[in-house]
Structure formats: C-alpha cells, structure tokens
C-alpha cells in the first residue's frame, strides 16, 4: 500500500561534536496528603513535579529535614528517592540499507486504510527532533515541552515516534499511524519525577501514551500511582519489555504494572527476539528487529538508521491501539486495552505465554473484533485508589450509599494485569452486610474494615481491620456476612482477588444489608 525507500547510513555512536547533558542531580520525591501544607516543601526549595498526585521534588540538601517535617506533621503520603530511567535503545544495530518497512505485513497494515487525526497518541521520550523531514512540516506534532537535542540518548524520542506516526510524505519512512495526533513530552534527564510528571500532563487528555524505557528496581510506588492516575483519567498505557533477556529478564516499571500494556519484540519469523524480556506480564507482540526508524542528523547524517529493541514495538502498539481508538471512539480504556491483546495472533507455544503474551499485533482483526465489555471503577487495585482524596478527588462510586443497600456488578480479574478489586461500600448503622461473589473460575473475597489503609495489612492492622474472608475452591459461591454490625454507618471494602490457579476471570458481586 505504502512504499518506502530508505537511505540510511550507519552511525552507532553520537558524533564527536555532541553535547553530553549534565550529570542530572536527583533530590526525593514526596507525595502529599490531600489538603497538606506545602509550606516546609517549598521553604526546602520544592518543585511541584504532580499536580493530580500532589507530588514534589526537593532537592538533596534539604530532603531529610522536609521529610522529617511532614512526617511530624502528618502531611506525608510516600517518599522516594528520585532517579534515572534506563533507555531500552538499539540492542544492536543492523544493517542500514533498507528497502522495505516488513512489519507492514506482519501486523497487517498493508490490508487495512489508515484514518486521520483522531485520539491523540503521546511519546514520553527524550527529545524528538522538529526540524528532522519526517516531523518538519507535518501537522498535528504537538510538544508539550521544550524538545532537546543534547545528549547520547537524544536519537531515542526521534526514533521511537517515527514508528509510529511518520507521516506518508514521499520520504523516508511511514509510521503505523501516520496522520496520528502526535504528542510529545521530553522527559530530557529521564529522572522518575520527569517521567511522573509526563503521565501527569499526558493524562490531562483521553489518548493512548506511549514509554519505551523503563526503571530497573521492581517496585516504584509514585511511577505506579501515576500510571493508575493516567487510566483512571481514561488514558491507555503501553510499554515497551525490555531489551534484557540475557541476562534473566529482570523487571522493567512501568512494564510489569497492572492496567499497562506490555509489548514484547518478534522477527520476521514471527519469533520472539532473542533480546525481547520473558515475562508473565506481557500482553502482546510487535516486531522489533531490523525496525527502519528516523534520527536527528546529528546522529545520522542520512537522517534514518534501523535498530533493533522492545522500543520499536511498543509504539507499533501504540498507533495501532489509537487508530482503534479513532474509529471506536466509544470504548472506554479498559475495552481497548482487551482488545488489542485479544485481537492478537498467537504464536507458538499455543495460548497466552511469558514470551509473546496473547500473540502478535494485529491490526485488521483489531478492527473488526467485538470489545469486551468495560471492566467496571478500573483501576481499584487498593484502598486508596477507590477512597476519596486517594488516586482521584472523589475517588470511586461506591456500590452502595444510605437508603441503596444492594448492588450487583459483573467484572473481570487478571492475575498479571488486574490482581485485585477493591470495591467501596457503604454499611448502615445497625445492620449486616452481606457480600458474595462467583467466577467462572476459583475467585476468593476479603471484606476489610472502615479503618483500612491497604489490603495489603499484615500483623496488628490485619487483625483489626479484616472483617471476614472466603477461599472457597473452584466456581463455588464464596460468601462473607459479618456477625456483628456496627453502630454507626460507615464505609467498607470488598476485595475480589484471583483464587487458587486462576490467571483470568470474569465473576459476579453481589451486597446486600440486612437488619441486625
């Protein structure tokens, strides 16, 4: 459909002429509670890096005294020390004289039109070059900050978006959506607060965003309350696996987070790459192996090279999951995010595995496939992503309120992408609650208490707060009815988790009060 002649020529190495960006200088992310004074943060020079998450940076010199203040105080939510993404760039590069773009024909988008500007995709890169052919004059390129050029890494942002929406310009190379509303956020020293405060700028917006980089230790709260931020605002999130299976597949954040989108790299065999990280967390594939991309001049003086990495799959996702997006506009995230991994072909071995997940992109049947239905008040993960003042304002619609004292709701658990639910419901004064739930496969139930802070309590706090729980085996009814019932209404929380085997489920929940 699309013809593409690409003269590149190699140049693995920035010229000697680049600038190398300073040493960035990490200071501690804090996040606040909700109506805390920011005085002692900004007396400490603190920058807001989060307005949604009510998340700042202050600088090294003055983050043990700030710290230590809001904790007297009783302002801090989390602490965390600030530091530097790890690009997932070329893992090698290839040979640079390309003729064709072949993962056309792998994810089928030679059989399908593409649509125009539509549902915005965002890159959260480092810089992407304006002045480059590809991006120059082509509408709908959207920065959201200042675009930089200095350092080593800087090819990456440039790159990255052409996969996804170079434009049809008789140049170069196309992207997977090419007429695609592109946005771009520098994420420039690629510090953790850069990268939260991309999410947050991104998710002011409904659209599809776009990171081919990842934070090496395996837990990260404030990345991961930033990327639920971002789905909870209506946003889908897709991440590149990583580029490290040779040395185990170790963890990648945001990759392995629930509700994010984690692309694995194939070849034109329509095989795993021998680079592409193995894990339980990825949902589909795209190729990423001889990948035709664009890069500044500076890099290149042909201005186009191929690389090779799990970078170049995940923004092939990206397009095509906003293309969908365009031409579904009423799906919600949760939908589209089903969809794409549902709608992939799947590869050897047969069904989902830790390699390619649910299979390979493909966009026409990504088309044309029926959604799921939307997975209900997603993501509610923990109590504080459902209580008011939590992850949101106003947090989740609780299913039941003073004078609604029953509810049903059918949704859907994932052990990789939605281990948990977690529903608000409200308990009358002097009366039971009753809460039951059934899957199609084994599911468990928890209720926990007005008091809790996480269903992830252990020791005194788990036994104060667990009101009841249910392990029944297999599509057994599991049933949690309190003996007491308290003096005074308050809110609760029920929480629907995987049970034993169990990788995916679709269940039923049902609350109910009764007088005491």
Partial sequence: ??????????????????????????????????????????????????????????????????????????????AERDHALVPMGGVAYSDPLVAKEWWMHAVGFDRVQPPGPGVPATILDFGLDLTHPEFASRPNTISLNRQELESPDDYHGTAVSSVLAAPANGLGLVGIYPDAVLREWDFHDALLSDVIAGFDVASRTRGVINISGGFTPEREPLLERAVQRAFDRGSLVVASAGNDRTKGSPYLTPAYLPHVLTVAATNEANRVTYFSNRSRTVDLAAPGQDIPVAVPSVFTPSGYDVYDGTSFSSPLVAGAAAWVWTLHPQLDNTQLFDLMRFSSRDLAPAGRDANTGYGLLDLPRALTRAAPPPDVQEPNEDVYAVRPHGLSPAGNVPLTAPGHGAATLRARLDAYEDPVDVYRLWQPAKERIVVSVRGNHDVNLTLWGARTVSVAERGAALRRDRLGMSLRRGKRLDRVAPRLAPAHGSYVYAEVTPGHGTIAAVYSLNVATVRR
């Fill in 1 to 78: 459909m699309l013809s593409l002649v690409v003269a590149a020529l190699a140049a693995s190495a920035p010229p000697a002429g680049s600038r190398a960006r300073p040493s960035p200088r990490p200071g501690e992310l804090v996040q606040l509670t909700s109506g805390a004074s920011t005085v002692a943060v900004r007396r400490g020079g603190g920058v807001l890096v989060s307005r949604s998450l009510n998340v700042w940076k202050v600088p090294r010199r003055s983050a043990r005294k700030v710290v230590a203040q809001l904790r007297r105080s009783g302002d801090l939510q989390l």
